[in-house]
């Protein structure tokens, strides 16, 4: 359910815009979808060790944005473009 609210126009916590319109962004978006997808295929299983492999997925999904967008030594530079 996140997928459609990342892709929202916002301000990021530095008043800067997200770049919900690069290319980028909406790879790690749909990612983070799959993510929820396979999360959810998962919790149907019953199985505790596919739900736990699915949040490694899910934390793999967040991580490949906040690695370039948020996860910056300057916070002025968070969701500033590469």
Same mark, same amino acid.
């Given at each position: 359910?996140?997928?459609?609210?990342?892709? @929202?126009?916002?301000?990021?916590?530095?008043?800067?815009?997200?770049?919900?319109?690069?290319?980028?962004?909406?790879?790690?978006? @749909?990612?983070?979808?799959?993510?929820?997808?396979?999360?959810?295929?998962?919790?149907?299983?019953?199985?505790?060790?596919?739900?736990?492999?699915?949040?490694?997925?899910?934390?793999?999904? +967040?991580?490949?944005?906040?690695?370039?967008?948020?996860?910056?030594?300057?916070?002025?530079?968070? +969701?500033?473009?590469?």
């Amino acid at each position: 359910e996140i997928g459609p609210v990342l892709i @929202q126009p916002r301000r990021c916590e530095n008043g800067k815009p997200a770049p919900v319109d690069r290319t980028d962004w909406k790879q790690y978006d @749909q990612g983070v979808v799959e993510a929820g997808r396979a999360a959810y295929r998962a919790s149907q299983t019953r199985s505790k060790d596919a739900v736990s492999e699915a949040t490694n997925v899910i934390s793999d999904a +967040c991580a490949n944005c906040h690695r370039v967008y948020r996860d910056v030594a300057n916070a002025a530079m968070r +969701c500033t473009p590469p």
